[in-house]
């Protein structure tokens, strides 16, 4: 027989809550279609004020009564929730996972990679925002670079596990013995980290109870949702959208007036060397643009120490950098640009994310003329004083050219910028923000992503009620799904109906009884191209795929969904083992011991599971007798005592009420003693699915809601 419709589900996992025990093993509860809180709860006004994420782990599961193969299996968000401070995405996860390792995907930016080699200064306590970390400048290995921008702190005896972001450092040097670190952090220590300071040689090798290392950063892997922002042609191969970014924590956010300077826009290269008159040695100096005659250099040879040398740079088209730069262990040069510069053509950096029609230009040109302008909100600026300009609210970056002359320091722009908490507790809002990307989000699709492009709609059968054996013709013909719903949104079984995806019609039953469902009745219709995408432009706006789409998709009211695939679904068992008696460990999948006589004929007689019994276990039969055994689970436990191997063992799944497995009689061969266990694993036909609801601050728009639509769908040999 084959897998029906009815065979496909979607379920619970054993703690649907927020805390840490979230998660499990798949339960017997179905997430039911078109009912409230089946994932998420109601929304909370106190989660409208400060925002949340919150994540669930549910199940894909298939419950035929056989081992037939639900193949290609894959899910997808299928409609988005209409409030628009409301964002929904699924991940992949692990099965019987709890809190903590379902959201470690969302982690994956800050995944731990090298240790950096240096050492906590001293320990610091729970609130401390300014900590020192140092090394020892004749140990082997010496740190790769200069501070991180997000750095890890361990202090496993402690169980302390945080993760930093450095905004800012600066060193100082004890002799030749060790170098240190000051480093402001973003957000404040949450627990204690210990460490001391051996600054003598013989401590070279010293380690502190606190380990420092580099994130290292990966693609955080979420699949979602997005409407498409313009018309896809049937035959085209692009689809366009307007965000491809998932944001996925809150940001509370707040305005900041600020004001900044430009830099004169100019092309090419230029590095200039300086030589310190004190040791003869050579560095070199940061490119400079035609318009600075003057580099002052700062040469710190210890603490409160310093000599200033004068250069004079005369170079012609070449673009500003000044950055510091470390030239040697002990010393520390620093340079920075003294002189004018003057022009029409400037860059600038602003704060981000800059408030769409809050900046302005103000300036005075070379002959004393007042300049000025603003943004039009949309990127551009208007206004005399600027001849063509444009900026990047998301990233900051601008530039422009003034109608006149002016010298640098004679040019402000004014705007505002959201500035974001960034230590909102985790108890709090559902999430780590220091383990995310600094700017919070995360792309939606990647190339080599498979994606679908859909449109559904939906119309009013014309009878109500419906008349049993009658044919409805929909509003449209070669679509890839049909369905209908009870009109309170209850999906009618499809035993109860046949459809014609060519004609687009649904004929019902001879003997339709829809007692129980609500009518008028309605008729959804989907069409639908799945592709993998080969190339994203690099707004993230166009997204090219491998082939043609095979219908017109309208914008705003189509979706592109990315697909989180796993693979394909079937209950199995593995070939058992015989051991003479329990091992180390005690659920090794290989022989612990010598092999023993007596055996299981797992090749006449297989140990036998279903789609809708099974579930994912390691499993010993412990013999209590020669033909008494006792059945114990690694996860379950034992679960059934004192059983004949003369008779057939079939344990029931208390979720399915079928038997997790069952074990012939007749393939158990002579010589098994009390002691004695055999041992097999079982793999259920389901997968893990993480979904992220992630709620920004805001207020509820009446008439819009945080319901969306999840599919899980695979192949089938019908």
């Given at each position: 027989m084959s897998i029906l419709d009815s065979d496909v589900k979607l379920l619970k996992s054993e703690h649907m809550t927020d805390l840490s025990d979230s998660g499990g093993f798949p339960s017997g509860n179905e997430v039911l279609d078109n009912v409230d809180n089946n994932v998420f709860p109601d929304i909370s006004s106190g989660d409208r004020v400060t925002g949340r994420a919150q994540t669930r782990l549910i199940y894909g599961a298939v419950r035929s009564p056989d081992t037939d193969v639900y193949m290609g299996s894959r899910a997808y968000i299928a409609s988005p929730p209409s409030d628009a401070a409301v964002d929904v995405a699924i991940f992949p996860s692990v099965a019987g996972c709890d809190q903590e390792t379902l959201l470690e995907p969302l982690y994956r930016y800050t995944l731990k990679g090298s240790n950096t080699n240096y050492r906590m200064y001293a320990t610091y306590d729970v609130g401390a925002s300014l900590i020192q970390f140092y090394y020892a400048l004749n140990q082997t290995l010496q740190p790769t670079s200069g501070v991180s921008t997000t750095l890890i702190l361990e202090d496993i005896g402690n169980n302390s596990f945080q993760v930093v972001n450095a905004q800012q450092g600066w060193s100082w040097v004890n002799g030749v013995e060790y170098s240190a670190w000051s480093v402001s952090l973003s957000q404040p220590l949450r627990y204690e980290f210990r460490g001391a300071l051996y600054s003598d040689l013989e401590h070279a090798s010293y380690v502190t109870p606190t380990q420092i290392y580099y994130t290292a950063p990966q693609e955080i892997p979420i699949y979602g949702i997005r409407a498409l922002s313009a018309q896809t042609t049937n035959g085209t191969a692009s689809v366009s959208i307007t965000n491809n970014s998932f944001l996925l924590g809150p940001r509370v956010g707040y305005v900041v007036n600020s004001t900044a300077q430009p830099e004169g826009a100019f092309d090419g290269e230029f590095v200039q060397s300086f030589t310190c008159p004190t040791?003869?040695?050579?560095?070199?100096?940061?490119?400079?643009?035609?318009?600075?005659?003057?580099?002052?250099?700062v040469w710190l040879t210890a603490p409160f120490q310093y000599t200033t040398y004068s250069v004079s740079i005369h170079s012609e088209d070449y673009f500003l950098v000044t950055l510091p730069q470390i030239v040697n262990s002990g010393t520390y040069l620093t340079y920075y640009t003294s002189g004018y510069t003057q022009g029409t053509d400037f860059v600038f950096q602003l704060k981000t994310p800059v408030i769409p029609g809050s900046l302005s230009l103000n300036a005075i040109s070379i002959t004393s003329t007042l300049l000025s302008a603003v943004d039009d909100g949309v990127g551009g600026f208007t206004g005399a004083g600027v001849s063509s300009g444009t900026v990047d609210y998301d990233t900051g970056l601008g530039e422009i050219t003034l109608s006149a002359t002016c010298l640098t320091s004679n040019v402000t722009l004014d705007y505002q910028y959201t500035a974001y908490l960034e230590d909102m507790e985790f108890e709090e809002i559902g999430i780590d923000l220091s383990r995310l990307?600094?700017?919070?989000?995360?792309?939606?699709?990647?190339?080599?992503?498979?994606?679908?492009i859909h449109n559904t709609l939906h119309q009013t059968l014309v009878d109500n009620p419906v008349v049993s054996s009658t044919t409805y013709t929909l509003s449209r013909a070669n679509v890839d799904q049909i369905w209908l719903e009870a009109a309170n949104g209850t999906r009618i079984p499809t035993a109860k109906y046949t459809k014609n995806l060519t004609a687009g019609s649904v004929t019902m039953g001879a003997a339709l009884d829809l007692t129980g469902y609500s009518q008028p009745l309605e008729a959804y219709t989907t069409i639908q191209d799945e592709a993998v995408i080969v190339a994203i432009s690099s707004d993230g706006e166009t997204i090219t795929l491998n082939r043609n789409v095979t219908h017109t998709y309208p914008g705003t009211t189509s979706y592109l969904s990315s697909i989180i695939k796993s693979g394909d679904l079937f209950a199995s068992a593995n070939d058992p083992f015989s051991q003479q008696a329990v091992g180390t460990p005690t659920w090794s999948d290989v022989l612990y011991g010598s092999p023993i006589t007596p055996q299981y004929n797992n090749v006449t007689y297989p140990i036998e599971v279903t789609n809708d019994g099974a579930i994912t276990e390691r499993w010993r039969i412990h013999f209590t007798g020669t033909t008494t055994v006792n059945i114990i689970g690694e996860r379950v436990g034992q679960i059934a005592t004192g059983l004949s191997i003369t008779s057939d063992i079939a344990p029931i799944n208390p979720h399915t009420l079928n038997p997790y497995f069952t074990i012939q009689s007749s393939g158990w061969g002579a010589g098994w003693v009390s002691g004695n266990l055999l041992r097999f694993n079982t793999e259920s036909a389901d997968t893990p699915i993480g979904v992220i609801r992630v709620v920004q601050p805001s207020v509820h728009v009446p008439g819009t809601s945080d319901r969306f639509r999840l599919t899980f769908l695979g192949d089938v040999d019908a």
């Open positions: 040791t003869g040695r050579t560095f070199a100096l940061p490119v400079v643009s035609p318009y600075f005659d003057l580099i002052k250099v990307p600094p700017s919070k989000t995360t792309p939606l699709f990647r190339v080599g992503d498979s994606v679908l």
